[in-house]
């Protein structure tokens, strides 16, 4: 299965700030995804990174705070930005994998504290 | 819409014990069902699935059998080792948009199992 890597693995952030979150994979993959895990919650989808279109966003996230990019088949970042304390979770990048379409491999995840 | 409801933890066990972590589910459709692990500082690996009733997965000495009667998808393990101390998610998949091009996992909350030695 493909290899994630992500980066920042954690960082506190300040209120109000922007933070990026790179996704490399390690192989080149069609669909990527974002998820977010808020604390004692479970993981939320947060959008689908297409290459070479605009993300496609799940129901209660929107472009402006989470604007994503995937300029080629194996990279990804998410932006979550004018962050709030509500923000402050595990971002975990993940694509579909070759042994099942609905099979996902995940990165080890971005821990984000916003202060 | 779909959910995924999984035993709370904490789980603390012995070497050796029998592990059970419960998984029910609601879904208006045949999802594929799915037991996540991960481990400290790692991300989510799959460990097992199962795509349609009566299915049963295994990996690693964990079974879960897709028992659609009941709605449940239930994680087994005969005698667990320190080396299982992860976290445990229980997920349904939802296979969405035309041709099949669009996914999306619904996840538990994960249950925290530690076992000591």
């Known amino acids: 299965s493909a290899v994630i890597s992500q980066k920042p693995s954690r960082d506190i952030c300040q209120r109000g700030t922007s933070l990026t979150i790179q996704c490399q994979v390690d192989?080149?993959?069609?669909?990527m995804f974002w998820y977010r895990q808020q604390p004692g919650q479970s993981l939320t989808l947060i959008a689908t990174?297409?290459?070479?279109?605009?993300?496609?966003?799940e129901s209660g996230f929107v472009i402006d705070k989470f604007p994503i990019s995937r300029p080629n088949l194996t990279f990804s970042t998410l932006t979550v930005s004018n962050m709030s304390p509500e923000d402050s979770s595990i971002y975990l990048c993940?694509?579909?994998?070759?042994?099942?379409?609905?099979?996902?491999?995940f990165g080890a995840g971005s821990r984000l504290t916003v202060l | 819409g779909n959910s995924v409801t999984q035993m709370e933890g904490p789980v603390t066990l012995s070497e050796e014990a029998f592990l059970t972590i419960n998984c029910t589910y609601t879904?208006?459709?045949?999802?594929?069902l799915f037991w996540y692990v991960q481990y400290p500082g790692e991300g989510l690996q799959l460990l097992l699935k199962a795509t349609k009733a009566d299915d049963k997965g295994s990996n690693k000495g964990f079974e879960a059998t897709y028992r659609k009667e009941t709605t449940s998808f239930h994680l087994e393990k005969g005698s667990v080792q320190v080396s299982d101390s992860a976290v445990y998610f229980c997920?349904?998949?939802?296979?969405?948009?035309?041709?099949?091009?669009?996914?999306?996992?619904?996840f538990g909350k994960g249950t925290l199992l530690t076992v000591n030695p």
């Open positions: 993940s694509v579909a994998g070759t042994t099942g379409a609905n099979v996902l491999t």
């Open positions: 192989s080149q993959v069609t669909m």
């Open positions: 879904a208006t459709g045949y999802p594929s």
């Open positions: 990174a297409n290459q070479g279109s605009e993300a496609t966003y």
């Open positions: 997920a349904l998949s939802d296979l969405r948009g035309s041709g099949g091009s669009n996914y999306k996992l619904t």
